[in-house]
């Protein structure tokens, strides 16, 4: 078991693409989206996971995860089960200092919503902000995936 730390960005432009170093096409769904857990379906490229993350801590950096990699034929399948909707995003990896930045761009129903991720060991650890990040979000439920799965970006008034 382990706790993920993180902070959660938008962005405001796509300089991280030229930054990456690395990409991947990922799929995703819950099986439950419940606000004090949630169960999380996804293929990656062609690896799949399951994937438990429970409430969020007061500033919404801090929770519980634990993840185990499936069949990908097993995700495929467990994806039919999902709540609506499945949600479809590219992730880039971008190094900035010593850390690396998840930026993923939505498709679909969540076209033009693009939010950055950086690991944290602790809370209050430091970290180099590059230029293409805006506004934070972290805390902010509407920026969950499993949020945005149930409203979608495009729903957004």
Known sequence: ????????????????????????????????????????????????????????????????????????????????????SIIEKTRYLVKVGHHVFEVDEFYGDNEGLVIAEVELNDETEKFTKPGWLNEEVTGDKRFYNSSISKTPFKDWS
């Open 1 to 84: 078991m382990s706790v993920e730390i993180e902070r959660k960005f938008l962005v405001k432009n796509n300089d991280f693409k030229s930054e990456s170093y690395s990409k991947k096409h990922i799929k995703q769904g819950y099986l439950n989206s419940d606000k004090n857990r949630t169960v999380r379906i996804r293929i990656a490229n062609e690896k799949a996971f399951i994937t438990i993350k429970g409430k969020s801590n007061r500033t919404g950096t801090t929770r519980f995860e634990w993840e185990k990699e499936i069949k990908k034929e097993e995700a495929e399948s467990l994806l039919l089960l999902c709540e609506p």
